[in-house]
């Protein structure tokens, strides 16, 4: 069973940071991208960033230069680090891990961005 724990999530300033933390256990092999999504109240789900397993990165138009992703293979984790931080920011934050044609998601962490 493969299990994925998100952490690091919470209530910021605008202007602040914040850095979320997913990491994945259980018998989970060959892992290739690896990523984060978000879910506004009232919106669908929408990719933030995503990384290969050669650490090839993908962001959304909204957070480049403000957002980065990274990962630690020998630890099966996924990073997201947010600067400047906005209120249209505010989210649940799901990590998406897939390994070989499984796809697998954290159970959400929230990012409440006040003004």
């Known amino acids: 069973q493969v299990q994925l724990v998100e952490s690091g999530g919470g209530l910021v300033q605008t202007g602040g940071s914040l850095r979320l933390s997913c990491a994945a256990s259980?018998?989970?092999?060959?892992?290739?991208?690896m990523g984060w999504y978000r879910q506004a109240p009232g919106k669908q789900r929408e990719l933030v960033a995503t990384?290969?397993?050669?650490?090839?990165?993908n962001y959304a138009d909204s957070v480049k230069g403000r957002f980065t992703i990274s990962r630690d293979n020998a630890k099966n984790t996924v990073y997201l680090q947010m600067n400047s931080l906005k209120p249209e920011d505010t989210a649940v934050y799901y990590c998406?891990?897939?390994?070989?044609?499984?796809?697998?998601w954290g159970q959400g962490t929230q990012v409440t961005v006040s003004s």
């Open positions: 998406n891990i897939k390994a070989g044609a499984t796809g697998y």
């Open positions: 259980g018998r989970i092999f060959s892992i290739n991208t």
């Open positions: 990384i290969t397993s050669g650490s090839s990165t």
